[in-house]
């Protein structure tokens, strides 16, 4: 894709806490960024005689630069060990599948339905993590085999939002039962199935729960492998639910070898690493782990699964660069949840399992036209909430809680978190259907949603999730008491002002060339992937003058800037800072700081400016012209302290 980053991401600021009490736009102090209203904050600083220590025990048969070091020291990895881990991760490096609880339950009830021939049903989500999960839990179940005798494999189910609603579908439990289904797995759902599972047990069917959402009720399931239950010691509580699924297809095959094709777990790492990203989980330890192997699995044209290969031509990135993580989480995964939310949510389980090329693309093709269709009513949407937000904006609420009887309930997740990336606010959107709502929550870093929803559950019918997103429903005339509960609960949080901006180190771009900056891409794509946890580096550099005023790009919705630089950084290479910066979805912040400030196009160039910004590959190829390989990112801006 163009841009490295499209939209303002978790994954560009830091991970603070707290919550923002005005609009960011509105600030007046001088220390805080104009795109985001934040203080800057830098990362550990790192000991000298550590950084020496890490060059003598770096695996890499090329030398590093003292940069690429300092950002691995700051985030922990200094030891020999954790080196050689971090540059050539191993499956073999992955945590015991049986240190979760139950999965010798889960392994066991799973061997009997193969030795009894028994007839065995998936149960997914919606979201790409549930989609994820359900492939790959179908093609373990109907690949397992103990000798010649194997189980009769249903074919995946994944609930229709609209239809079902959330959780375990009533409807398909008592289908299964009439067809003689014996065994239930469900992925990505059914910790809180209390009821539902009560059900499935009624009519004959046994349930093992592959999941990783908090429960306050153990529900009668057979098996509930959870690496989030209370007790839980598991050393990963980072697995999503399609990570889960792998470790149970693990767990099989550390108990009965052969149980399971040859290289079966390396030809689902492709799925696994889809629905961790997507899912934002934390990128680091065996998750890194799964990624990163998975990864290499997308970037093999010759094993790639031909939905997965589909999905990337339609995205545009069949051009020859590397899959990464940006393009899982702004290209791929919005298009597979959309069919999730707004279009038909089989056509995308069907999109990861088809191995029929031409079908792939028929289904690829839907899938982006359900994504634009998203786009659409995503836009209308936010324009919609900001009006409605405003008022509890300008007047400080802790949060927003906003309703209305046109939205569709499909979209207001992505809603929701467009608004968390504008306000730095938790954020709760309703969607009112007649006498009942569904809604949708979104947060800041440091504010666990789940535990706030948990204090306002009296106004709750039903309500589930994490610390940072959730899902709801409860009865439209309990709306407004509900939002009074949760700005209470809110309130009672500690309040520790602005989320700040980090950044990981100073660079001065003055004193360097365009081939560092190369260099400097071409060292930091070793610490991918990026994502939750491991986030892509920012750097500060101090003191810069504006060549011009920035190029408005989209309409005004994108900036590109361009600082003034030395005439020359010697005879064989250009500088640094001839080189533009480009920066999205920030237009409107900086047209606001300059009405606020009384700024004309002489007194920007007359100041001098600190950045955050970032550096990458580019992987947008001109028709004609050079081909830049680096992209430069304006993360931040403000003026120079101290002016």
């Known amino acids: 894709m163009p841009p490295l980053i499209q939209l303002r991401s978790p994954w560009t600021a830091g991970f603070g806490g707290g919550v923002l009490k005005t609009d960011p736009a509105q600030s007046q102090s001088p220390n805080v960024g104009v795109f ?132 375990l579908a009533e409807r398909m439990i008592r289908e299964w039962a009439a067809k003689g289904v014996t065994l239930l797995i469900t992925v990505d759902t059914g910790a809180a199935a ?16 592959l999941d990783h959402h908090i429960f306050e009720e153990r529900p009668g399931a057979t098996a509930l492998v959870n690496p989030r239950r209370e007790g839980a010691t598991y050393p990963n509580q980072e697995l999503c639910g399609v990570a889960v699924a792998f470790k149970f297809a693990q767990a099989l095959t550390v108990a009965e070898p052969g149980c399971l094709p040859e290289n079966f777990l390396l030809s689902v790492l492709d799925l696994v690493a889809l629905g961790l990203v997507a899912d934002q989980m934390a990128l680091v330890g065996e998750n890194r782990i799964l990624v990163k192997k998975g990864l290499e699995l997308f970037n093999d044209r010759g094993r790639i699964r031909p939905g997965l290969a589909a999905l990337l031509r339609v995205a545009g990135l069949d051009r020859g660069f590397p899959v990464t993580t940006g393009e899982f989480a ?43 269709r998203r786009k659409e009513q995503d836009l209308i949407l936010k324009e919609e909430a900001i009006d409605l937000a405003l008022p509890f904006v300008r007047r400080g609420d802790p949060g927003l809680v906003l309703a209305s009887s046109d939205w569709h309930k499909g979209i207001i997740g992505i809603g929701a978190a467009r608004l ?20 949708s929550v979104r947060s800041v870093p440091h504010i666990d949603v789940k535990a706030i929803l948990d204090k306002c559950e009296r106004h709750l019918i039903r309500h589930g999730g994490h610390a940072q997103a959730a899902g709801m429903s409860l009865r439209s005339r309990d709306i407004e008491a509900f939002r009074e509960s949760f700005l209470t609960a809110l309130r009672l949080q500690p309040d520790t002002g602005p989320v700040p901006e980090h950044y990981d180190l100073d660079l001065c771009l003055q004193d360097m060339g365009a081939q560092d900056i190369a260099s400097l891409v071409r060292e930091l794509e070793n610490l991918e992937p990026f994502g939750a946890g491991n986030r892509k580096p920012v750097f500060r550099c101090c003191g810069l003058r504006l060549q011009r005023q920035p190029t408005s790009l989209s309409g005004g919705l994108h900036l590109r800037f361009a600082f003034r630089g030395p005439a020359s950084n010697g005879p064989t290479d250009t500088p640094a800072l001839s080189r533009e910066f480009i920066t999205f979805g920030t237009g409107e912040a ?52 101290g002016q």
């Open 36 to 167: 985001s209203g934040r203080p800057w904050l830098r990362g550990m600083a790192v000991d000298e005689d550590l950084i020496t220590s890490m060059h003598r025990k770096i695996p890499l048969d090329f030398q590093v630069s003292d940069w690429l070091l300092r950002v691995l020291a700051s985030r922990g990895v200094t030891s020999g060990q954790e080196l050689d881990r971090f540059f050539y991760p191993s499956l073999d490096h992955l945590y015991d599948p049986f240190l979760l609880q139950e999965m010798d339950l889960a392994v066991a009830r799973m061997f009997d339905a193969v030795r009894n021939g028994e007839r065995v049903a998936v149960h997914g989500d919606f979201d790409v993590d549930g989609l994820t999960g359900s492939a790959l839990l179908y093609e373990t179940v109907s690949s397992l085999r103990l000798g010649e005798t194997k189980v009769l494999a249903e074919p995946p189910f994944i609930p229709d939002r609209l239809i079902d609603g959330y959780g």
């Open 330 to 372: 702004y290209q791929l995964a919005p298009r597979l949840n959309a069919c999730g939310r707004i279009g038909r949510v089989m056509s995308a389980l069907e999109l990861l399992l088809t191995r029929d090329h031409d079908r792939a693309q028929v289904l690829a093709q839907e899938a982006d036209r359900t994504n634009s």
């Open 590 to 641: 900086w047209r606001r700081m300059l009405v606020r400030q009384g700024l004309e196009g002489s007194d920007m160039q007359a100041m001098e400016w600190d950045i955050l910004f970032q550096v990458g590959r580019s992987t947008f190829r001109p028709r004609s012209g050079h081909y830049d390989p680096v992209q430069q990112l304006l993360v931040d801006i403000r003026p120079a302290v």
């Open 194 to 209: 209390v009821k539902e599972i009560e059900l499935a047990r009624g009519l004959g069917m046994e349930v093992v729960v």
């Open 420 to 439: 968390v990336e504008q306000y730095q606010l938790p954020v709760v959107l309703i969607a009112i259907e007649g006498d009942e709502a569904r809604g």
